[in-house]
């Protein structure tokens, strides 16, 4: 009854060298990618260990018609000047 997720993953890249501030008159350019639930590893094959059915109680693991949780992919541009 163990279980491992990678819940969230993100990796970033800053542009502030001097010779890129000097070129684009900005502060710095920030680009960023972030993925969210990319990977479970488990003994039980299509359950989720951590849907929990039944609100506040000992119910977790039981998967009787509920969503699966859904992968997310986010690409972000943070520019500073």
């Not at 993925?35 to 929990?52: A, F, K, M, S, V």
């Amino acid at each position: 009854a163990t279980n491992t997720r990678l819940r969230e993953l993100t990796l970033s890249y800053t542009l502030n060298a001097p010779s890129f501030v000097e070129k684009t008159k900005l502060s710095s350019v920030t680009l960023s990618a972030t993925g969210r639930n990319l990977w479970l590893w488990d003994d039980i094959e299509g359950i989720d260990p951590q849907i929990n059915q039944y609100g506040v109680s000992n119910g977790f693991g039981l998967d009787y018609f509920t969503n699966p949780v859904s992968k997310s992919f986010l690409v972000s541009l943070s520019i500073t000047y």
